[in-house]
Nanobody
Framework: QVQLVESGGGLVQAGGSLRLSCVAS????????MGWFRQAPGKEREYVAD????????YYAASVKGRFTISRDNAKNTVYLQMDSLKPEDTAVYYC???????????????WGQGTQVTVSS
């Protein structure tokens, strides 16, 4: 079992930055591909980014590429999402997730955090 806890969300103006953190407990994070997803009100949960076991490979949704950066520190059992140049359409609850294979599909992730709210004002 893996427990994931996100933090770092909040209210920010458009153009600003936030850094989300996701701390894992119960099992070492290095055993999993880690991903970030988000869900806006009235919309389905969508893929944001994921990162390989060692952190050497990262992947992004087209909507955030060039603005968001995913990273991980396996020694700290933590994965991060640096969000820059934020836009109002980035407003959502952001979730981190852990899975054996990762990718863009929600079904590939076995463990999920409770989410952290990000609100971007215009």
């Amino acid at each position: 079992q893996v427990q994931l806890v996100e933090s770092g969300g909040g209210l920010v103006q458009a153009g600003g930055s936030l850094r989300l953190s996701c701390v894992a407990s119960g099992r070492t994070l290095s055993a999993y591909i880690m991903g970030w997803f988000r869900q806006a009100p009235g919309k389905e949960r969508e893929y944001v980014a994921d990162i390989s076991w060692s952190g050497g490979n990262t992947y992004y949704a087209a909507s955030v590429k060039g603005r968001f950066t995913i990273s991980r520190d396996n020694a700290k059992n933590t994965v991060y999402l640096q969000m820059d140049s934020l836009k109002p359409e980035d407003t959502a609850v952001y979730y981190c997730a852990a899975g054996a294979w990762g990718g863009r599909a929600i079904s590939e992730y076995r463990y999920w955090g409770q989410g952290t709210q990000v609100t971007v004002s215009s």
